[in-house]
C-alpha cells in the first residue's frame, strides 16, 4: 500500500476510534513512531489490539474476546476506510 494508512474502527454512525499514527505517512511501519508491531492496545501480546463490542458499543475487555468477534470489527473497519476512500476521490474531483 502507498500513502498513508489508517487503523481503528467505526460504527458508521456516531463511535469511531484510529489508532494514533492515522493519517501519517510510515507512522505504523516497523521503526515507525507508531509501529503497529512495537505497541499493543488491550492485550499484553506487542502487535495485538483488542477491542471488543457488545450490542453495537465497543467496551474496554476484561478478556480478549471470542473470535467470532473478530469479523465483525474487520468488516466495520473495511467499510469506514471505503466511507473514507469514497470522500476523498470526490473531494479531489471537487478541487
Not at 500513502?3 to 510510515?26: C, D, M
Request: net charge neutral; glycine share 12%.
Amino acid at each position: 500500500m502507498s500513502g498513508s494508512q489508517r487503523v481503528g474502527y467505526s460504527n458508521g454512525v456516531n463511535t469511531a476510534f484510529e489508532l494514533p499514527g492515522s493519517a501519517i505517512n510510515g507512522a505504523f511501519l516497523d521503526g515507525g513512531s507508531n509501529s503497529l508491531i512495537a505497541n499493543r492496545l488491550n492485550s499484553t501480546v506487542d502487535g495485538r489490539y483488542v477491542f471488543q463490542a457488545r450490542n453495537g458499543t465497543v467496551v474496554n475487555p476484561d478478556s480478549i474476546p471470542t473470535p467470532a468477534l473478530l469479523p465483525g470489527l474487520v468488516g466495520m473497519g473495511a467499510m469506514a476506510l471505503r466511507k473514507r476512500k469514497a470522500e476523498a476521490v470526490e473531494q479531489e474531483s471537487e478541487a
